[in-house]
């Protein structure tokens, strides 16, 4: 049976609600019913999947925090380079995919942490936790690059030898003449990485001793945990992992 007006109505306002990253179902009733009737009915599922499907974005998981949605690469509401950064060189651009991927692997140092209750409460990290890792992946690449000096067809695909040679030349932190903080820096690119995933609802600020501190949150975990930027992770926690004696 085809769904009705109504139901289509509905299964588009439940879809309007989940695009919304900062809505809470909490504080807001109708995103509630809607998500107990998701989960309840099986007609306004399909309808709600079928909906989402033909606007090319999947429905990653559905709890008590909400729906999370992740867009297909050919949808309309996919993010690209551009969205994140409209102007700058090839390098920022780069580093900006390295230290995103950098972030997800200091929140989540082991494998095994992804598969864990994404509502337990993880340790906070910050932009300085970042840069270290980065700086530690820069130098185990570089010792590597010293006995293999011809990079696999792998990571020059994947584009990695630009990245962590464009983040080993760029300075951490400098002062302009105003005495702000320079742009361009890599603390500065890890901030304004930060500041996205905040804005998208992916990421919670907390500050302790005057430092901000960020925590992942449930939807930032469902939506990395089956991304192929988890497999890159991956190699990255092997590279960065103290050498065992």
Known sequence: MLPDTEML?????????????????????????????????MPFRECVQ????????EISA???MGMVLTATDDSIFAM????????????????????LVAILSTMYPRAQDLEEDAQVVRSS??????????????????AASQHQPDPSVQDLAAGLVEAWQAYRD?????????GRAATGTTVQMIQRAFDMLERQACVTIMVRDGKKR??????YQVMVREASVARIAKAVRKLVAPVEE
């Open 170 to 178: 760029r300075v951490a932190t400098k002062t302009a003449s105003n």
């Open 214 to 219: 960020y925590l992942p949150t449930w939807k």
């Open 9 to 41: 109505f509905d299964a588009g306002r439940l879809i309007q609600w989940a695009l919304q990253p900062r809505i809470h179902p909490v504080t807001k009733v109708e995103y509630q019913q809607l998500l107990d009737r998701y989960r309840d009915q």
């Open 62 to 64: 559905v709890g008590p």
């Open 50 to 57: 079928a909906i989402c499907a033909g606007l090319g974005i």
């Open 80 to 99: 690209t380079s551009t969205h994140y950064r409209r102007s700058g060189s090839a390098d920022d651009r780069l580093i900006d995919g390295l230290i």
């Open 125 to 142: 990290i910050t932009v300085e936790d970042v840069e270290k890792t980065l700086r530690t992946l820069c130098e185990q690449l570089e």
